[in-house]
């Protein structure tokens, strides 16, 4: 399932300032200010991968606002008006992204965390990413049945990463509504592991 094209929710910003990507023009000047800002590192973190860094964005307090914002935007603007209940981020760059997207939604923040980080009871879902094996896990109670989730990364590569997040809430009986990224690696062809639709900011082909 996928979801390329990009929402013109303008139509539910009215009264909000124009420093927020309220119309398709508006989204087409943050995805350029997006892309100006990555930077790419070749062989990190090891050869043959040349490495995106979205870190920059974070650094500009302007453009980190723009992009949480637009991203509330979309999911405003999707899920036929269903709102989420929880976002998750994944370790670790998800978690710049969900906690301020979960907050402006008014929805709870979970994280997917690195085996061995979190107490208690935990579920655990081994993956291939594009430069590993790795196992993530979730607290057991972290999601409810019947909850409505979305889930949000920096990056998808191979889509691993995400189809072990997927599979998480899923076991717990979450009702996964799509997954947010900035930066798709589109030659990967990582969507075409995940059950839920898929929004991306801007495509790459590192
Ligand atoms: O689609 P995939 O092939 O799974 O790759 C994408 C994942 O790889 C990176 O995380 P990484 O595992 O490097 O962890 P980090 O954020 O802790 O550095 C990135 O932040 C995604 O989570
Ligand atoms: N090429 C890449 N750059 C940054 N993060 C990644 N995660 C997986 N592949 C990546």
Same mark, same amino acid.
């Not at 990555?38 to 090891?46: K, Y």
């Not at 655990?124 to 979305?150: H, W």
């Not at 990056?155 to 189809?163: D, F, K, L, R």
């Given at each position: %399932?996928?979801?390329?094209?990009?929402?013109?929710?303008?139509?539910?910003?009215?009264?909000?300032?124009?420093?927020?990507?309220?119309?398709?023009?508006?989204?087409? =000047?943050?995805?350029?200010?997006?892309?100006?800002?990555l930077r790419q590192f070749p062989d990190f973190p090891?050869?043959?991968?040349?490495?995106? $860094?979205?870190?920059?964005? #974070?650094? $500009?307090? /302007?453009?980190?606002?723009?992009?949480?914002?637009?991203?509330?935007?979309?999911?405003?603007?999707?899920?036929?008006?269903?709102?989420? $209940?929880?976002?998750?981020?994944?370790?670790?760059?998800?978690?710049?992204?969900?906690?301020? !997207?979960?907050?402006? !939604?008014?929805?709870?923040?979970?994280?997917?965390?690195?085996? =061995?980080?979190?107490?208690?009871?935990?579920?655990?879902?081994?993956?291939? +990413?594009?430069?590993?094996?790795? &196992? #993530?896990? %979730?607290?057991? $109670?972290?999601? +409810?049945?019947?909850?409505?989730?979305?889930?949000?990364?920096?990056?998808?590569? /191979? =889509?691993?990463?995400?189809?072990?997040?997927?599979?998480?809430?899923? +076991?717990?009986?979450?009702?996964?509504?799509?997954?947010? &990224?900035?930066?798709?690696?589109? #030659?990967? +062809?990582?969507?075409?592991? !995940?059950?839920?639709?898929?929004? /991306?900011? !801007? /495509?790459?082909?590192?």
């Amino acid at each position: %399932m996928s979801q390329s094209s990009l929402p013109d929710a303008s139509a539910q910003v009215a009264g909000h300032s124009s420093a927020h990507p309220s119309s398709a023009a508006e989204l087409a =000047g943050l995805k350029v200010r997006l892309r100006a800002a990555l930077r790419q590192f070749p062989d990190f973190p090891s050869p043959g991968i040349l490495f995106e $860094d979205i870190l920059p964005i #974070f650094a $500009d307090p /302007t453009l980190h606002e723009a992009l949480i914002r637009s991203l509330e935007l979309h999911v405003l603007a999707s899920y036929n008006g269903q709102k989420p $209940d929880v976002v998750v981020g994944l370790e670790a760059r998800g978690f710049l992204i969900g906690p301020s !997207l979960a907050l402006r !939604l008014g929805a709870s923040f979970v994280p997917v965390r690195k085996q =061995g980080k979190l107490p208690g009871p935990c579920e655990t879902q081994g993956y291939d +990413k594009e430069y590993g094996q790795d &196992f #993530f896990q %979730m607290q057991s $109670d972290a999601v +409810k049945s019947g909850q409505k989730v979305i889930v949000v990364d920096d990056i998808i590569a /191979t =889509g691993g990463s995400a189809y072990a997040a997927g599979e998480l809430i899923k +076991k717990m009986g979450g009702d996964l509504l799509g997954f947010i &990224f900035i930066l798709e690696l589109e #030659f990967l +062809k990582g969507r075409e592991k !995940l059950s839920a639709p898929v929004y /991306t900011l !801007l /495509t790459g082909q590192a």
